[in-house]
């Protein structure tokens, strides 16, 4: 039975299927009208507030309603809002082509424009198999990808993730994708710290490309942070031993920084922090500040090389979206690139990074089933599981995540849990008071829900 929902909600469940949703749920639980937006709030159509904890699936870095990219929006929009991107350009793309050129790890000089973050994924992998085909290296034709990746839900992009809820179900249609065990340092079977790390398991990678490098073009990752498995973090080290192993075995790396690029893990991008140059970086979420869908995949002059010729060679890259280059959204990326220099938000981050960790350790450390939290950058996670010292999950039917979240919702707080891992990624205008409310909310939600179910205490 529908509760009573306004009119808005009833037309939408006329019409409208949402994503990544069970569409049943809404019976019980509608989908919130939202109306407005400004800085890390949203206000519903009764004029509820909701802290924006999730920067609305990770994409919003300056708040909503910013007044300066609103600004950069309206201001191109009145002199061009999109052109066919072959055999044409425009100054918004050339500026952010320069910039991300500027910015990003050195080596990477070559912009190639998509729409999101799975098409930039279809793209790196489409090049890195044609660059060796075109190098005469026919076999290399597979990927290498790590358990519980999470790239992108595009048949290629799904091929080579691995989180089950998500590709299980087209597994008779994916790629014939090579996995190696990835890091998992809250279950290390290594029994190793994060902070004192050696990552031996980076040799589960190892073994995999010893076998199989001669048919393998490249391996991809998502670098110190597997979001979608519930924000699993992982040291730097760990991305300097995998990118000499890919030198090694003649293997291209690619750098899916979807996620975590722009400053997410507390630099710009998280390949910084292992000092080193992917073959190929993918970027999307943040790069327009949550405004509109953009992506860009970054390589090198040797990768361009390989398709540059002439025409009748037929080694051209023949990928291509109708909204490539949207002068629109290279517009506000640019803005939105602009506003890290000016304001000096890496040094924000840093700032309020450590205030948000320091603040949660101490807050959920007295939770009954907090297994751990974990913080890179700007990004924290609570892993709720029902036995503390064996660390044995909570049953995925329970749903106690969604559960929490919905408790959070109604004391105006927007999470968005992975499982049973609550986690946030609030955007950078956030302040120590709004951090305070965020972690508050979220501890009084997990509280009244363990309350209210009865669930026996391991200690």
Same mark, same amino acid.
């Given at each position: ?32 009208? +939202?109306?407005?937006g400004k800085g890390i709030y949203l206000y519903d159509e009764n004029g509820k507030q909701y802290l924006d904890a999730v920067s609305s699936w990770w994409v919003n870095l300056f708040g909503h309603a910013n007044?300066?990219?609103?600004? %950069? ?46 098409? %930039?994924?279809?793209? %790196? ?49 994916? /790629?014939?994708? +090579? ?44 670098? /110190? ?28 790396? +690619? ?28 970027? %999307? ?60 938000? /890496? ?53 106690i995540g969604y559960k929490i979240y919905q408790i959070a919702l109604e004391k105006g707080l927007l999470l968005r849990p992975l499982g049973n891992v609550l986690y946030f990624m609030p955007p950078y205008v +956030? ?29």
């Open positions: 039975m529908i509760p009573t929902i306004s009119n808005l909600q009833r037309r939408d469940l006329n019409h409208v299927w949402h994503p990544c949703s069970q569409m049943k749920d809404y019976e019980d639980f509608p989908p919130i009208v +939202i109306k407005s007044e300066r990219i609103s600004t %950069a929006l309206a201001n191109q929009a009145f002199q061009l809002e999109h052109v066919i991107f072959a055999n044409f350009t425009h100054e918004p793309a050339v500026l952010l082509a320069e910039k991300l050129a500027k910015i990003t790890p050195d080596g990477l000089t070559k912009v190639f424009f998509a729409d999101n973050g799975s098409s %930039a994924i279809e793209v %790196a992998l489409k090049m890195s198999f044609q660059y060796h085909m075109q190098k005469n290296k026919p076999n290399k034709k597979r990927f290498l990808a790590l358990t519980d990746a999470y790239h992108g839900e595009t048949l290629g992009a799904l091929s080579v993730g691995g989180v089950d809820l998500y590709n299980e179900v087209y597994q008779p249609l994916l /790629l014939d994708t +090579i996995r190696a065990q990835g890091p998992d340092c809250y279950r290390c079977p290594y029994n190793e710290s994060p902070d004192s790390c050696r990552t031996p398991c980076i040799s589960s990678v190892e073994e995999k490309l010893k076998v199989h490098q001669a048919e393998l073009a490249a391996i991809i990752i998502e670098p /110190l942070i597997q979001a979608a498995a519930g924000m699993k973090m992982y040291p730097p080290t760990y991305l300097k031993k995998l990118k000499e192993l890919c030198l090694r075995y003649d293997v291209h790396l +690619i750098a899916d920084e979807v996620a975590v690029g722009f400053g997410r893990t507390g630099t710009m991008f998280a390949c910084e922090q292992a000092d080193i140059t992917p073959d190929f970086m993918c970027l %999307a979420k943040g790069l327009t500040g949550g405004y509109l869908p953009l992506s860009a995949v970054l390589t090198t002059e040797d990768v361009y090389d390989a398709f540059y010729d002439d025409y009748e060679s037929m080694k051209a890259f023949l990928h291509s979206h109708s909204y490539t280059g949207n002068p629109l959204a290279c517009r506000v990326a640019l803005e939105v690139l602009q506003i890290f220099e000016d304001d000096n938000y /890496l040094d924000e981050i840093q700032e309020k990074g450590a205030y948000m960790n320091e603040l949660a350790s101490k807050v959920f450390n007295h939770q009954p089933y907090l297994g751990e939290y974990r913080q890179t950058g700007m990004v924290g996670a609570i892993e709720l599981v029902k036995d503390k010292v064996t660390k044995e999950s909570f049953p995925s039917e329970e749903r +956030i302040t120590k008071e709004e951090i305070n409310k965020m972690i508050s909310i979220t501890n009084e939600a997990v509280q009244q829900y363990f309350e209210s179910t009865k669930v026996p205490t391991y200690e």
